[in-house]
């Protein structure tokens, strides 16, 4: 599958998150948008396309069926958002906190997460497709029955990270760094690993790894 990324304009016209805060349609197209602070603030069914949002912050908000088409989002605060039921079409997040985050019946395609903070989220009964986490903190992050294609984890702390019934064939782990990972033995099938992380695995399914003398 080929990577897509946001196809933005290069020409956007200032527009303000605010002016459609208390709208029964809240959505803004070929904008940019830029230091809002949206805490605690109902988003739900917010539709952004063609956006780039930089330096805002929307903790504990409340954005259950938002839209997402062709966006990138520069530094902003998610954390403790709830994400449910939304979907993400070639969208960016660089920088990005998601603390607590929830995903569940969530739809990402062609999305990617560069240098973001996602502990503690959850991703359940989730859609991943062509989805890409480089250089991020996933710690503590709770996946389960989740739709997995083309997952790609690059350089990730994937500390105490859970996998149920979730299938992690192709998706390489071997550049992630961890100190625990949680996940059923079914499902590690076609997981790849590094060397190192192998024996970890072994010792996971049970095996006794001998040390050479």
Same mark, same amino acid.
């Given at each position: 599958? =080929?990577?897509?990324?946001?196809?933005?304009?290069?020409?956007?016209?200032?527009?303000?998150? /605010?002016?459609?805060?208390?709208?029964?349609?809240?959505?803004? +197209?070929?904008?940019?948008?830029?230091?809002?602070?949206?805490?605690?603030?109902?988003?739900? =069914?917010? $539709?952004?396309?063609?956006? $780039?949002?930089?330096?805002?912050?929307?903790?504990?908000?409340?954005?259950?069926?938002?839209?997402?088409?062709?966006?990138?989002?520069?530094?902003?605060?998610?954390?403790?958002?709830?994400?449910?039921?939304?979907?993400?079409?070639?969208?960016?997040?660089?920088?990005?906190?998601?603390?607590?985050? /929830?995903?569940?019946?969530?739809?990402?395609?062609?999305? *990617?997460?560069?240098?973001? +903070?996602?502990? +503690?989220?959850?991703?359940?009964?989730? %859609?991943?497709?062509? *989805? /890409?986490?480089?250089?991020?903190?996933?710690?503590?992050?709770?996946?389960?029955?989740?739709? +997995?294609?083309?997952? $790609?984890?690059?350089?990730?702390?994937? #500390?105490?990270?859970?996998?149920?019934?979730?299938?992690?064939?192709?998706?390489?782990?071997? %550049?992630?760094?961890?100190?625990?990972?949680?996940?059923?033995? #079914?499902?590690?099938?076609?997981?790849?690993?590094?060397?190192?992380?192998?024996?970890?695995?072994?010792?996971?399914?049970?095996?006794?790894?001998?040390?050479?003398?």
């Amino acid at each position: 599958m =080929k990577k897509e990324t946001p196809k933005i304009p290069e020409v956007l016209e200032e527009k303000s998150l /605010q002016s459609v805060l208390f709208e029964e349609d809240r959505e803004l +197209v070929r904008s940019s948008i830029y230091q809002e602070d949206l805490s605690d603030s109902n988003l739900q =069914k917010l $539709i952004l396309s063609k956006c $780039i949002v930089t330096r805002c912050s929307f903790p504990r908000s409340h954005m259950v069926k938002a839209d997402f088409t062709d966006v990138r989002f520069v530094n902003c605060d998610f954390s403790n958002v709830d994400l449910s039921e939304s979907l993400f079409h070639r969208v960016e997040f660089i920088d990005c906190k998601f603390i607590g985050s /929830q995903f569940t019946n969530a739809h990402l395609s062609h999305t *990617t997460f560069t240098n973001c +903070v996602l502990n +503690v989220s959850n991703f359940i009964d989730v %859609t991943l497709k062509g *989805t /890409q986490f480089s250089c991020s903190s996933l710690k503590q992050v709770n996946v389960a029955h989740a739709k +997995v294609k083309q997952l $790609i984890l690059d350089k990730c702390d994937i #500390d105490d990270c859970s996998f149920h019934e979730t299938s992690l064939n192709g998706v390489d782990i071997s %550049t992630c760094t961890y100190n625990s990972f949680q996940a059923s033995q #079914d499902i590690l099938s076609g997981l790849i690993v590094s060397k190192e992380q192998a024996i970890g695995f072994a010792r996971l399914l049970g095996l006794t790894v001998k040390e050479e003398m």
